[in-house]
């Protein structure tokens, strides 16, 4: 069974750190690109960051240059280091494949960030 449990959120004021942490069951990461999405309220859910089995990584304009995902597939972790916030990231933070599997959705980390 597929479960994905995303941690490392919080509370932060613009300009500030934070490293997300995703941790996935099931033999289905290595062998998967996986990614970063958000969801930030009354918006749809995008990609901000993925990476690729062929080592390509990809982000979304609005956080390059300030977000790092990087993955460990030997604990079968996903991570994004996210640095020099901004209010507009405020957001609830899900790992997935790419493209997403419905059915693999976790409860994802809040990220709050203040002004």
């Known amino acids: 069974q597929v479960q994905l449990v995303e941690s490392g959120g919080g509370l932060v004021q613009t300009g500030g750190s934070l490293r997300l942490s995703c941790v996935a069951s099931g033999s289905f990461f290595r062998a998967n690109a996986m990614g970063w999405y958000r969801q930030a309220p009354g918006k749809q859910r995008e990609l901000v960051a993925a990476?690729?089995?062929?080592?390509?990584?990809n982000y979304a304009d609005s956080v390059k240059g300030r977000f790092t995902i990087s993955r460990d597939n030997a604990k079968n972790m996903l991570y994004l280091q996210m640095n020099n916030l901004k209010p507009e990231d405020t957001a609830d933070y899900y790992c997935?494949?790419?493209?997403?599997?419905?059915?693999?959705w976790g409860r994802g980390t809040q990220v709050t960030v203040s002004s």
């Open positions: 990476t690729f089995r062929v080592g390509t990584i």
């Open positions: 997935n494949t790419v493209p997403p599997q419905g059915a693999y």
